[in-house]
């Protein structure tokens, strides 16, 4: 069922009185901080304006795509709304199981009437995908253990003369491959091209080569937090909202390396399926969760980038800790001075293949 985007915006900014009475909808999250983020900026204004409007939460995010399959096969759809990654939104939506958005129909404009598309930008990056925050992976260092010269480049990461320790690094080939390659030579902007080739991988492989003895391989992005807290690692890598949390709340001796940092999406998909209601319920909600102000909000309790280019401005300090958040976002122009966009495509081609020859790297 479709809606105008002028009864949207309605029903988006009165309440639906005994309309809404008793409507309950189930989000699907991450948990932890990011999910709390949703929960202050976004979820409680729109229950307040909406008596009778209730969510529930459920963390399975990370197993969303298997999750929504198994739904869509027994005829079941129990989830309104569902965070995920860009790229599973792209299988999602690639094997219907997502429902195709329109951001002008569905989607607030910017408050100087700019279109979602436009505000949007390049961030719509799938025909499902209502982008939400921008993030990074990227390095945080134990200042205490990097001697007099911090890090300022990624390829610190690969020198044990001028930064010897453990290193932390995710056990995947993706974001480690590509940082291999740049720190062997290849030019940024040639990097796919070259992890395209059997040359590349095993090129890749082998400068990962270089340190393999001197690396913890990490598979929750709360794993590196601790292990700088604990001081047994000198850097890893970990999501930039984890590095900002055990900086700036915990005050561990930890500074961000943002160099090299990859820039990847969440955001919202809505299931396909969903009855007239249903889907009547959620597009409300996403029409006025998904707004300037309400994005720009988020980044009050998490260092992560609001996707809409209207909402930068509006970035302001942390709720809590009283302090500015702008510097900490990672397309903060002071950090964002030398990224890399996480290659969905590229990865959708050849994830399976990379990911054999890297579990077998490991196992060697």
């Not at 202050?40 to 999750?67: L, M």
């Not at 709720?319 to 976002?329: Q, T, V």
């Given at each position: 069922?479709?809606l ?17 009475t008793a ?5 699907v999250s ?22 009778g409007?209730?969510?529930v ?8 795509v ?15 709304l ?56 990227t ?6 253990m990097v001697?007099d ?10 020198d044990l003369?001028a ?5 932390a690094l ?8 590509e ?27 082998a ?71 249903r ?26 980038g ?7 401005p509006?970035?302001g300090k ?21 990224t890399?966009?996480y ?9 399976d293949d ?11």
């Amino acid at each position: 069922m479709k809606l105008t985007a002028k009864l949207l915006a309605a029903s988006a900014l009165t309440a639906v009185a005994g309309a809404a009475t008793a409507q309950e909808m189930t989000f699907v999250s991450w948990g932890g901080a990011y999910q709390k983020s949703q929960l202050n900026a976004y979820v409680e204004p729109y229950i307040a304006s909406n008596p009778g409007v209730s969510v529930v939460w459920d963390e399975s995010s990370a197993e969303a795509v298997a999750k929504l399959r198994a739904m869509n096969e027994a005829g079941n759809i129990t989830w309104d709304l569902v965070d995920v990654v860009a790229a599973d939104a792209m299988r999602l939506c690639d094997e219907g199981l997502a429902m195709e958005i329109d951001p002008d129909e569905h989607l607030a404009p910017a408050p100087d009437g700019t279109s979602a598309e436009d505000d949007f930008g390049d961030l719509l990056v799938s025909d499902c995908f209502i982008p939400q925050i921008v993030y990074s992976t990227t390095f945080g260092y134990r200042t205490d253990m990097v001697g007099d010269t911090p890090p300022t480049d990624i390829c610190a990461v690969f020198d044990l003369e001028a930064y010897p320790g453990k290193r932390a690094l995710e056990k995947r080939p993706i974001n480690n491959v590509e940082w291999a390659l740049y720190c062997d030579g290849v030019a940024k902007d040639d990097i796919y091209d070259v992890l395209a080739t059997e040359e590349g991988q095993e090129r890749a492989l082998a400068k990962l080569g270089t340190i393999k003895d001197e690396v913890i391989w990490w598979s929750a992005g709360a794993d590196t937090p601790q292990l700088l807290a604990d001081g047994e690692i000198v850097m890893g890598s970990t999501y930039n909202g984890r590095l900002f949390s055990v900086i700036e709340e915990q005050n561990q001796p930890v500074g961000m390396l943002w160099d090299m940092q990859v820039f990847d999406l969440d955001g919202w998909i809505i299931p396909e399926g969903l009855s007239e209601e249903r889907l009547e319920r959620v597009l409300d909600f996403v029409y006025f969760g998904t707004d300037t102000q309400r994005l720009a909000d988020q980044a009050k309790y998490i260092s992560y980038g609001p996707a809409r280019a209207s909402s930068a401005p509006l970035v302001g300090k942390h709720e809590e800790l009283g302090i500015d958040m702008a510097p900490h976002m990672p397309t903060d122009p002071e950090n964002a001075k030398n990224t890399l966009l996480y290659n969905f495509e590229f990865w959708a081609d050849y994830r399976d293949d990379i990911d054999a020859k890297f579990q077998a790297w490991l196992a060697q």
